[in-house]
């Protein structure tokens, strides 16, 4: 026969269990979201290069230096002058929908979302 202490330990373990496992589903979705839109740059050939519904928390290294940059996405970003998005090459935030240009100072990487 169970006594209240036990049932309530199985209650308080099941909800434990399926609290984590909806933490990490949740959490593992969240982090693979796309934003809707179209990521772009044009680099100092004036070639222009895109990336469709770019994924949030992603690094997205541009092939050179880019003169400008569009966000038209749904998704704020941040643009970095170092090639791999580090915390230490931070440049510019880019919101959504909007575009800057750039002279001296040029990013080398995206990143949206996170």
Same mark, same amino acid.
């Given at each position: 026969?169970? =006594?209240?202490?036990?049932? +309530?330990?199985?209650?308080?373990?099941? *909800?434990?269990? &399926? +609290?984590?496992?909806?933490? @990490?589903?949740?959490? @593992?979705?969240?982090?693979?979201?796309?934003?809707?839109? =179209?990521?772009?740059?044009?680099?100092?050939?004036?070639?222009? #290069?895109?990336?469709?519904?770019?994924?949030?928390?992603?690094?997205? %290294?541009?092939? *050179? !230096?880019?003169?400008?940059?569009?966000?038209? &996405?749904?998704?704020?970003?941040?643009?970095?002058?170092?090639? /791999?998005? !580090? !915390?230490?090459?931070? /440049?510019?935030?880019? #919101?959504?929908?909007? %575009? @800057?240009?750039?002279?001296?100072?040029?990013?080398? %990487?995206?990143?949206?979302?996170?």
């Amino acid at each position: 026969m169970d =006594t209240p202490r036990r049932t +309530g330990r199985r209650i308080a373990r099941a *909800a434990a269990a &399926t +609290g984590a496992a909806f933490a @990490l589903v949740t959490g @593992l979705s969240a982090q693979a979201q796309a934003a809707n839109g =179209t990521l772009s740059f044009r680099d100092a050939s004036g070639i222009d #290069h895109a990336r469709d519904n770019p994924t949030n928390g992603v690094c997205y %290294s541009f092939t *050179a !230096e880019a003169v400008s940059v569009a966000n038209l &996405t749904d998704t704020d970003g941040r643009l970095f002058t170092g090639s /791999l998005c !580090e !915390e230490n090459t931070f /440049l510019i935030p880019i #919101h959504a929908g909007s %575009s @800057l240009v750039f002279g001296a100072t040029k990013p080398r %990487s995206a990143k949206l979302g996170a």
